[in-house]
């Protein structure tokens, strides 16, 4: 394994861990908040359409081979 391909796995399990963690933080934001249900749905799609946009561009890069 050269540099580069530790490189590219390194930062993809770095982010899945920095994704897991900020839906970690969302859900205690709710939970401490009392959300309920429907609030901690809007918390959850509202936060989490960032890391989606972002999930989303690189199964992108991925299929069209950029």
């Not at 590219?8 to 920095?18: N, P, S, T, W, Y």
């Amino acid at each position: 394994m050269n540099f580069e391909q530790f490189e590219e796995v390194a930062l993809m399990i770095g982010l899945a861990a920095l994704m897991g963690f900020m839906m970690f933080i969302i859900y205690d934001l709710g939970k401490r908040s009392n959300a309920g249900k429907f609030g901690m749905g809007v918390l959850f799609f509202a936060l989490g359409l960032g890391m989606l946009g972002f999930v989303i561009k690189g199964v992108l890069k991925l299929t069209m081979n950029i």
